[in-house]
T-cell receptor, first 114, second 110 residues
């Protein structure tokens, strides 16, 4: 399935590095999301974009910076991360239109911060 | 209090068994409910939406009890390929952010 793609799939970075995660959806959806999944914890919503406008920022530290240039692309820019930021970062998209807005997830980027 | 609570398991059941998972949610304003399935080191995938009247999809049956604020998933005739983590997901009215449970791990044994 290639509805939502993410690159890179794996990333190892030092605390002083700057890197970006990329997400692209090919489903014609109007909303995109970033989630963080850490071991033994539920998925945590980080950011929501509706029609390219950021509508949700769940108290995410400023070392994570999202960018949504258009409705098909979403980036997560990373800088001066901490080891506790190591996790699986999942992108999702949906068509916001009613009660049952199904979100479709990308394969995720497994991030390790050394 | 967590938005969504699930028994993390693990549930280890033999092939052919029937297994049920429950999930509770804290916000009575929640309006949309889903079960997602997540295989090891893979992304979550929608298994089924949960409708007020309950719904069935093959061997899978989902039920919603609004009064008690819980959702259930029943799997009949378990297959080896059903082994995965099942995530209970809740969305509140007017919001498009989902609240996930920690998931219930199921292993179906030959």
């Amino acid at each position: 399935e290639t509805g939502v793609t993410q690159t890179p799939r794996h990333l190892v970075m030092g605390m002083t590095n700057k890197k970006s995660l990329k997400c692209e959806q090919h489903l014609g959806h109007n909303a995109m999301y970033w989630y963080k999944q850490s071991a033994k914890k539920p998925l945590e919503l980080m950011f929501v974009y509706n029609f390219k406008e950021q509508t949700e920022n769940n108290s995410v530290p400023s070392r994570f910076s999202p960018e949504c240039p258009n409705s098909s692309h979403l980036f997560l820019h990373l800088h001066t991360l901490q080891p506790e930021d190591s996790a699986l970062y999942l992108c999702a998209s949906s068509q916001v239109q009613g009660e049952h807005d199904t979100q479709y997830f990308g394969p995720g980027t497994r991030l390790t911060v050394l | 209090r967590k938005e969504v609570e699930q028994d993390p398991g693990p549930f280890n059941v033999p092939e052919g068994a029937t297994v049920a998972f429950n999930c509770t949610y804290s916000n009575s304003a929640s309006q949309s409910f889903f079960w997602y399935r997540q295989d090891c080191r893979k992304e979550p995938k929608l298994l089924m939406s949960v409708y007020s009247s309950g719904n069935e999809d093959g061997r899978f049956t989902a039920q919603l009890n609004r009064a008690s604020q819980y959702i259930s998933l029943l799997i009949r005739d378990s297959k080896l390929s059903d082994s995965a983590t099942y995530l209970c997901v809740v969305m509140q009215t007017g919001a498009n952010n989902l609240f996930f449970g920690t998931g219930t791990r199921l292993t179906v044994i030959p």
